[in-house]
């Protein structure tokens, strides 16, 4: 089969070429799949699109002009898919459900270690010869409440290590049949419950109608002085101009953000000498009780062989004509729970 990788990233290529095994004819662009690129698909069987590629109504008209009718997603979130209009032009949509949750979750936690023990501000003091400690005191991990929304797959390897700190663990999930996973004393309530109660909160819900500004003024005023907020998940799940407004007032202690929820155009680019158009992102930027790092929870050897890999399993399911359990149906997900 030809296969066309948008918004492929350099250091993806080599795993790419690993995983295919010479099996197929692949080409890896740099351009992100849009309305205007969308026609470089034309002469190939699939294509494989990345997080911040739009796979809207127009393109995918475009992508069934050029008679592609395979799109395979190296990522687990497909809220950038019209996976209803996929459907309906007959385009098959895979994904790669679970790479590793183990990722995500660690880099969840170093985000919570990093914030907790100031570790940011500690390197640029000596940096600059300044070995004081008197703005360096953190915070045990131990014995705190921890709020975890959204436990799947990450959600629950996040439980997984904070038991091991002695954390106690409160859990809101919209599967609310979830008593005890595994041997993990994870406690549920409702989000409000979960708000009021937690010195941490951390997210892991994927992003829908539902969950887009889940985490707005209304919740956040519920929580508790100085609480630290991570999102690992999807920039949109909190409202950005809201949680600005309760760094300002320092009602939120810190909060640490691997996504943001106008990402699309920034994060992923070396943008080295030029200014990112963006007030809220620069305001995020200048706090130092604001973690940012560039979407890279997913980003370990680890989790981009296996995207690599499950990615070709995909392709040679429909290189044999057979279908592969990757592929994303309405059933499994609700035209509610999906927005782009
Ligand atoms: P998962 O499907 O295993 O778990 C998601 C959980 O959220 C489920 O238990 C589900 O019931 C729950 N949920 C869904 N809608 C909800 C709602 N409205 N309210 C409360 N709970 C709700 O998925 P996962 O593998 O744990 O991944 C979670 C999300 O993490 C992904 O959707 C993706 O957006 C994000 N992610 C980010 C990165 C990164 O690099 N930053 C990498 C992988 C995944």
């Not at 350099?10 to 080409?27: T, V």
């Not at 069934?64 to 687990?76: H, S």
């Not at 600059?128 to 797959?153: A, M």
Request: net charge neutral; proline share 2%; hydrophobic share 40%.
């Amino acid at each position: 089969m030809k296969i066309l990788f948008y918004s492929c990233k350099k250091f993806e290529e080599s795993y790419l070429e690993k995983a295919n095994i010479n099996r197929h004819e692949i080409k890896f662009i740099r351009e992100p799949l849009n309305k205007t690129t969308a026609v470089l698909s034309k002469g190939y069987d699939v294509i494989s699109v990345f997080t911040q590629d739009d796979v809207t109504a127009d393109v995918l008209k475009i992508l069934q002009q050029n008679e592609v009718y395979k799109i395979t997603t190296r990522a687990v979130g497909i809220d950038n898919i019209d996976i209803k209009k996929a459907i309906e032009l007959n385009i098959k949509v895979a994904n790669v459900p679970e790479y590793s949750p183990e990722a995500v979750a660690e880099h969840t936690i170093a985000m919570m270690l990093t914030l907790s023990r100031n570790i940011v501000r500690a390197e640029k003091q000596i940096k600059e010869y300044d070995y004081s400690i008197d703005r360096l005191i953190g915070f045990n991990l131990q014995g705190k409440t921890v709020g975890i929304i959204g436990v799947g797959k990450i959600g629950r390897s996040v439980a997984k290590i904070l038991k091991a700190f002695g954390c106690q663990l409160l859990g809101y999930d919209i599967k609310k049949n979830k008593k005890e996973i595994n041997d993990i004393p994870v406690a549920f309530t409702s989000l409000e419950n979960l708000c009021r109660n937690a010195d941490i909160i951390t997210i892991h819900t994927p992003l829908s109608e539902e969950t887009k500004y889940m985490i707005d003024d209304k919740l956040l005023s519920m929580m508790k002085y100085n609480v630290m907020i991570i999102n690992t998940a999807r920039g949109a799940i909190i409202n950005t101009k809201d949680i600005i407004k309760h760094l300002k007032s320092k009602h939120i202690g810190s909060f640490g953000m691997d996504v943001y929820e106008k990402e699309k155009g920034i994060f992923f680019i070396n943008h080295l000498g030029k200014k990112i158009e963006d007030e809220d992102l620069e305001t995020l930027m200048e706090m130092p009780n604001v973690l940012i790092t560039p979407h890279i929870a997913f980003a370990t050897v680890e989790a981009i062989e296996k995207i690599a890999e499950t990615t070709f399993h995909n392709i040679s399911c429909w290189a044999k004509n057979t279908i592969s359990e990757n592929e994303v149906t309405l059933s499994a997900h609700s035209e509610k729970t999906l927005i782009y």
